[in-house]
């Protein structure tokens, strides 16, 4: 049994990765975890927090599930090392508890940065190899020092992400050195921390560990560590590294002279050299490889993926692997996307800079045609945007270091498709590297565990393992035209730089506009007890886990409903939110929960909660619309599948129609008779367009039919956006082949659907409603079905329910009848789930949730300050108000 099987763990800014390497045939396996991370309350926007749990928790899902893919026993995996994000920052306390957690997109240090970089940049890039902007480890110990002094005095440990992952997996404190090269405060030429400008900053030199190479054994594999991530304890430990070194060694970009592309959410750019080498001017980044003794060049065109997924998920909403769709039609297109241009994810670095990515797309619609194919040319001009972007960066890095740089190795998610980096080898007229697998990162970082294990002697050794595993390009007959376009394409970038900084200057400045909402955001350390009796999937008990210190207990499964009062009471005590569904919260229970700050009822009409009473002390209700739309869309659109097809009579005929095996009379007969119709060219009449109107409208869009409604309080326009056109009562009811109820049950829709409107239709309609039973005229519909006029109705809801199955319209040969199960599915605890966590969040940020029945009470509401008391008069008319119940 081999027991050589390297681990790696990812810890990506959107995502973690486990992957596997065994070292004797370079097969890798992976799992992947999505994560995110919140925003952090009192940062203005600019702070993002890493929920170190949840991060924990997924890598230890990852590293179970790769196991099980590549057949690994826990005891085969012979080391394990961490790489992962650069720019990131965990601060410790004494007892290495977490105080501070940053990913690298956090710029709370906005205001540090700015300043230290105009008055000591030069003299910190020459001695670190980075201007000062916010990004940075040291940046952000002196927005700690200066925005909260008492909890940075606690700190005991300041380190990277990928440096608190060794220490969970080994339980030593290090600083590995291509991490802390990003740090601000690294003295690269000596390769130790710059205490005379750490101490020139006033921050503690003892926050900062001892530095050790890539590849250095820290100690075994911790118990718990092993318990995480389903290994066995003792498995050697070895020192990681920053996420794009790693990928060099993954690459195998060892040597001076050797770069590699990075194409994954960013797109750095990273010059291996033998000595260190720096930009005078300051805009380009120097720092450490994980090869010891080898350093780096940088330039970047940042934030490229997050760029390119941003496009695809705009231009192809409905796909669940948009970048892939992006990446086909781009490749439909030619070179030049029939004049397109486009500067979107395409930057020049300048490390000196702070700013918001600017983009453009540039072309005239008299030359780029018709519009039905101008979605193709507006990906292939994305695509090609960013490979002049590479031909750029790779011009500047050229320029500082000297070197020419005949091959590029391009890695990263993006390299996965060949037609981006075809378009690499062709723009920039060199030969390109593609690896095997496009995560370099994982890669190298496994290569490492290997070195620490004892497997290879050195990183380089390591990366000759790799070394021939390449797909290679060459400039292929494009090229010339390439050259061509790029040269046009870099004479209009460059001159576009102003008008960008002034868009750049008005987005920053945007920043700081005082927030009305930002007085009702709850601390960063508040963390709220959660109370949930309502049905939740557990992807929703997860999220509520992440807001807060959550009691689960679903109603459904523990037979428990509350009818207010004190036991209510009690159970909330100290709750500072409730999730319900069927509890009544009453006056009482509102008055005694003293703790109590924010109410979500997971229903359409909250007629279980007080809504005057939480009002009247200052508690927002929420409420959850829409939470069964998809259920009852789904139906909706299946009813008219049914009907257009000549159901139930043909799922009747083989059943009960006394067929023997190989009638083919039997066979023309039904061929002859349930010869049915589709729903391509039909025009579907939405009696309403609300939220499951809008569902079934986004649904009928993929059969080809054409969608009218009435609803007289949506408006044409906001119809327009779901897909529908808006129209009058008669028109829909004239024109429509099939007309769906989607309108809620008031005084002013009863019996809508009488014999007046049933005369007004199209002969041979088909009838489905979904809805409510008192929009309809049963006697008035039971005629039209009797005279043809309604050729088929799909029912799901019933003046009186269940009806009987001798009922005149549920038996009738024409009618689908189903016992009220439109909403009735078990997806239903995931949809309200989702859209009671988003509402929570946006609550605790200061935000106005979408769905507040009581607005008012935002103006004075807190989390922590005492709520609103109403004097004794007031009480006592809530008291004698009407009690809420948990029916309607």
């Known amino acids: 049994m081999k027991t050589n099987y390297l681990m790696a763990i990812d810890v990506g800014g959107g995502s973690g990765r486990c992957l596997l390497l065994d070292p004797d045939t370079g097969t890798t396996h992976s799992a992947q975890r999505n994560w995110t991370h919140p925003a952090a309350a009192g940062t203005d926007g600019l702070g993002y927090v890493i929920d170190s749990g949840d991060v924990l928790k997924k890598l230890g899902e990852a590293s179970r599930e790769v196991l099980a893919v590549a057949g690994v026993d826990p005891g085969q995996v012979a080391g394990i090392a961490a790489g992962g994000m650069r720019n990131t ?80 997996l080994s339980g030593r404190i290090v600083s590995e050195r291509s991490q802390a090269g990003e740090s601000l405060l690294f003295d690269l030429k000596r390769g130790e921390w710059a205490a005379d400008l750490i101490e020139s900053l006033e921050i503690p030199r003892s926050l900062f560990p001892d530095p050790v190479d890539s590849g250095t054994f820290l100690g075994g594999l911790t118990k718990d560590a092993a318990d995480l991530l389903g290994l066995v304890p003792g498995i050697p430990v070895a020192a990681g590294g920053a996420d794009t070194q790693c990928g060099l060694l993954g690459t195998s970009a060892v040597r001076d002279g050797d770069l590699a592309v990075m194409a994954g959410t960013t797109m750095p750019l990273q010059l291996v050299t033998d000595d260190l ?123 500082v270091s000297g070197r020419e740089i005949p091959l590029i190795r391009v890695s990263g998610g993006m390299s996965r498709n060949r037609l981006f980096t075809r378009i690499i080898s062709d723009v920039t007229e060199r030969s390109v590297l593609v690896p095997a697998t496009g995560e370099s990162t994982s890669v190298g970082a496994a290569l490492l565990a290997g070195v620490g294990a004892g497997l290879f002697p050195d990183p380089a050794s390591a990366a000759e393992m790799v070394a021939a595993a390449f797909e290679k390009h060459c400039p292929g007959e494009e090229a010339p035209k390439y050259g061509n376009l790029y040269a046009g394409w870099r004479q209009a970038f460059d001159k576009r730089g102003e008008a960008d900084k002034i868009i750049g200057d008005l987005l920053t400045a945007s920043l700081f506009e005082p927030r009305p909402t930002a007085g009702r955001a709850a601390d960063p350390s508040f963390v709220p007890e959660i109370c949930i009796t309502a049905s939740m999937d557990a992807a929703a008990v997860d999220e509520f886990e992440k807001i807060g210190s959550v009691m689960y207990a679903d109603w459904r499964e523990t037979k428990k409903l509350y009818d207010g009062g004190a036991d209510l009471a009690q159970i909330l005590s100290g709750k500072h939110i409730f999730v319900t569904e069927m509890d009544v919260v009453d006056f009482e229970t509102i008055r005694d929960a003293h703790d109590l700050r924010a109410i979500v009822t997971c229903r359409g009409n909250a007629v279980n909660v007080d809504l005057p009473a939480a009002t009247a002390y200052g508690i927002p209700v929420i409420n959850t619309p829409g939470r069964n739309a998809d259920a009852v869309a789904d139906l909706a659109v299946g009813f008219m599948v049914m009907l257009a097809r000549n159901m139930p009579g043909s799922l009747d005929f083989l059943k009960y129609g006394k067929i023997l095996q190989g009638d083919m009379a039997k066979m023309g007969e039904a061929y002859l008779g349930y010869q049915g119709g589709e729903l391509w060219r039909k025009k579907v009449g939405l009696v309403g367009m609300g939220s499951v109107g809008a569902r079934v409208a986004e649904r009928l869009a993929g059969f080809g039919a054409e969608v009218i409604f009435f609803d007289p309080v949506v408006s044409a326009e906001a119809g327009a956006l779901q897909g529908g056109r808006k129209v009058s009562f008669e028109t829909l009811l004239a024109e429509s082949d099939f007309i769906s109820l989607h309108a809620p049950a008031i005084e002013a829709t009863r019996e809508m659907m009488n014999r007046d409107a049933f005369e007004k239709m199209k002969k041979g309609v088909f009838f489905i409603n979904t809805a409510r039973a008192s929009l309809v005229d049963e006697a008035a519909l039971l005629e039209a079905l009797n005279s043809g006029t309604v050729a088929g109705a799909a029912l799901d809801v019933f003046p009186v329910e269940p009806p009987g199955s001798d009922d005149p319209i549920v038996s009738h040969p024409n009618v689908i009848a189903t016992p009220h199960l439109g909403g009735n599915t078990r997806e239903i605890a995931a949809h309200q789930g989702t859209i009671a966590v988003s509402q929570i969040r946006e609550l605790l940020a200061g935000e106005r949730p979408d769905y507040i029945l009581n607005p008012e009470v935002l103006d004075g509401f807190s989390w922590m300050s005492h709520r609103p008391q109403p004097d004794e008069t007031k009480q006592r008319e809530l008291a004698a108000n009407e009690r809420p119940s948990m029916t309607s």
């Open 89 to 168: 920052i965990v601060v410790l306390d004494a007892g290495n508890d977490i105080l501070l957690a940053t990913p690298n997109k956090d710029a709370r240090a906005l205001g540090e940065g700015l300043v230290l970089g105009a008055e000591r940049g030069e003299e910190i890039h020459a001695l670190a190899g980075h201007w000062p902007t916010p990004l940075f480890l040291g940046t952000r110990l002196l927005w700690m020092k200066n925005n909260i002094p008492e909890i940075f005095k606690r700190g005991a440990v300041a380190f990277s992400v990928t440096d608190w992952m060794a220490f969970i």
């Open 277 to 399: 080498v720096l930009d005078e001017s300051g805009r380009l980044w120097s720092g450490l490889h994980v090869l010891p003794g080898k350093f780096i060049l940088e330039s970047n065109g940042l934030v490229t993926g997050d760029i390119v997924d941003w496009f695809a998920r705009l231009l192809y909403p409905l796909s669940s692997e948009a970048v892939l769709c992006l990446f086909a039609e781009a490749a439909a297109s030619c070179p030049g996307a029939r004049g397109v241009y486009s500067t979107f994810g395409a930057s020049l670095f300048d490390g000196r800079n702070v700013g918001f990515p600017v983009g453009n797309l540039t072309f005239s619609h008299m030359i780029t045609g018709d519009p039905s194919q101008s979605r193709m040319q507006i990906a292939r001009a994305l695509v090609e945007g960013i490979a002049f972007s590479v031909r750029a960066n790779l011009e500047q890095l050229v320029s």
